[in-house]
């Protein structure tokens, strides 16, 4: 997320680049990330864990060179309507950020629901080997999976530059661990098979829920780690 906020930020402020192009090279920036991790995991046989691990690091690392450890201000305009943080006029654009999520939440939600695709999915997550003695071929499914996942992770990124005006290579910092905590929460399941788009995005809105009371109810950051922790454990019981 952050190494493609850099890109992107780095190819509008320096390059010169149009937005949408700039946004698009950003994507493909966490496409790449994530094909890599996919390769290793389907052909190098590598824990998916390790891979991601060690992507995630190598990925904050190459942020933080290519912006010089500094973060990229002076996005365009028109780029900061995405993320909702500029008005046109008098009128907010609040909508904007929120109406992407929730179109990619139901794109998803009809493809993995309605599509051949969708199906081999949740096979190949529920049982690697019967999905591929059934015909399904697991590899390539992994492969799309692992880059769809960095294409998204790298335009939330995006977004998140688009929202804060600055794409900061120290930015998303602990991400990982909300969107993990989203899912279980939207009853996906960590073993794979389970879950589905539109539950995440319920798990999403139910931990920002949780946050958002007891900010309005002054209570402790480190109290809110301790409740969201305590739901997670909670509902996969």
Request: hydrophobic letters at 55%.
């Amino acid at each position: 997320a952050a190494l493609s906020a850099v890109v992107a930020g780095l190819l509008m402020t320096d390059g010169g680049w149009p937005v949408p192009f700039a946004i698009a090279a950003g994507c493909a920036t966490g496409f790449a990330c994530g094909a890599i991790n996919g390769v290793l995991v389907t052909k190098g046989r590598i824990p998916p864990f390790i891979v991601t691990l060690g992507m995630m690091m190598v990925a904050r690392g190459a942020a933080m060179l290519i912006a010089g450890a500094k973060s990229v201000f002076g996005l365009p305009q028109s780029f900061r309507y995405l993320g909702g943080s500029q008005k046109i006029g008098e009128m907010g654009t609040a909508w904007i950020p929120i109406s992407i999520a929730l179109a990619i939440a139901v794109a998803f939600a009809v493809v993995l629901s309605h599509t051949r695709f969708g199906r081999a999915l949740y096979a190949t997550g529920g049982n690697l080997t019967g999905a591929r003695l059934s015909g399904i071929r697991v590899d390539g499914v992994r492969l799309a999976a692992y880059s769809l996942c960095g294409m998204l992770a790298g335009f939330s990124g995006i977004m998140l530059a688009a929202r804060t005006s600055i794409a900061d290579p120290a930015g998303a910092t602990g991400y990982e661990l909300d969107a993990i905590a989203a899912c279980v929460i939207g009853g996906t399941s960590l073993m794979g098979g389970e879950g589905g788009a539109l539950g995440v995005v319920a798990g999403a809105l139910i931990m920002n829920v949780l946050v958002n009371f007891c900010n309005l109810n002054d209570i402790s950051v480190h109290w809110q780690r301790v409740l969201v922790g305590s739901l997670i454990v909670a509902l996969v019981y």
